[in-house]
């Protein structure tokens, strides 16, 4: 497992842009499958998209599609979350996630951040 520090959540108006940040300890963290997801108040946890080792593969929601991207520098053990074109059913906390395989689970989770968009 790997301890994992999201970072770069807060207030933006509709149509507006975030970037989060998940930074990992560890020398490992390439080797790791990197995922964010969201949960809004009462809510289910949601996939929003995921990474693959070498930041070659990557999938995302289709609620996200064409407004998120996810991207990696293994060499700053971080994996970013650009999101633009806000809206507000965007409003989540967001989560970091790792898993040492594309076939096993998630086994690693940061904290959250909190999104917030306003109409």
């Known amino acids: 497992q790997v301890q994992l520090v999201e970072a770069g959540g807060g207030l933006v108006q509709a149509g507006g842009s975030l970037r989060l940040s998940c930074t990992a300890s560890?020398?490992?963290?390439?080797?790791?499958?990197v995922g964010w997801f969201r949960q809004a108040p009462g809510k289910e946890r949601e996939f929003v998209a995921s990474i693959s080792r070498g930041g070659t593969s990557t999938d995302y929601a289709d609620s996200v599609k064409g407004r998120f991207a996810i991207s990696r520098d293994n060499a700053k053990n971080t994996v970013y979350l650009q999101m633009n074109s806000l809206k507000p059913e965007d409003t989540a906390v967001y989560y970091c996630a790792a898993r040492s395989s594309r076939y096993e689970s998630y086994d690693s989770w940061g904290q959250g951040t909190q999104v917030t968009v306003s109409s």
């Open positions: 560890g020398r490992t963290f390439s080797t790791y499958h």
